[in-house]
């Protein structure tokens, strides 16, 4: 799949990303750490991705919504 990369960190952490570019701006997606997630269901991931950037939607903007609606999800503490 182009644009599927296994990057390794300095750590010896090795992750499994998704780059494209869309519109002149260049895309990275981080799908799994790797060896955690097998290849094939990374190319399934790249692939799901690719089809929602050809949609216009941004995944990496999506993770960051749903990130700042589960913090500002009102807790049972808040409530009393």
Same mark, same amino acid.
Not at 5 to 25: A, P
Not at 28 to 41: C, G, M, R
């Given at each position: 799949?182009?644009?599927?990369?296994?990057?390794?960190?300095?750590?010896?952490?090795?992750?499994?990303?998704?780059?494209? %570019?869309? @519109?002149?701006?260049?895309? /990275?997606?981080?799908?799994?750490?790797? $060896?955690?997630?097998?290849?094939?269901?990374? *190319? !399934? %991931?790249? @692939?799901?991705?690719?089809? /929602?950037?050809?949609?216009?939607?941004? $995944?990496?903007?999506?993770?960051?919504?749903? *990130? !700042?609606?589960?913090?500002?999800?009102?807790?049972?503490?808040?409530?009393?």
């Amino acid at each position: 799949m182009p644009g599927l990369v296994l990057e390794v960190l300095t750590g010896g952490e090795k992750r499994l990303r998704y780059r494209r %570019k869309v @519109k002149g701006k260049d895309i /990275e997606i981080t799908l799994a750490d790797f $060896p955690s997630v097998t290849i094939d269901k990374a *190319r !399934e %991931k790249a @692939k799901r991705h690719a089809l /929602e950037l050809v949609d216009d939607i941004d $995944p990496n903007q999506v993770k960051r919504e749903q *990130r !700042e609606a589960a913090n500002q999800a009102t807790t049972i503490e808040q409530l009393y």
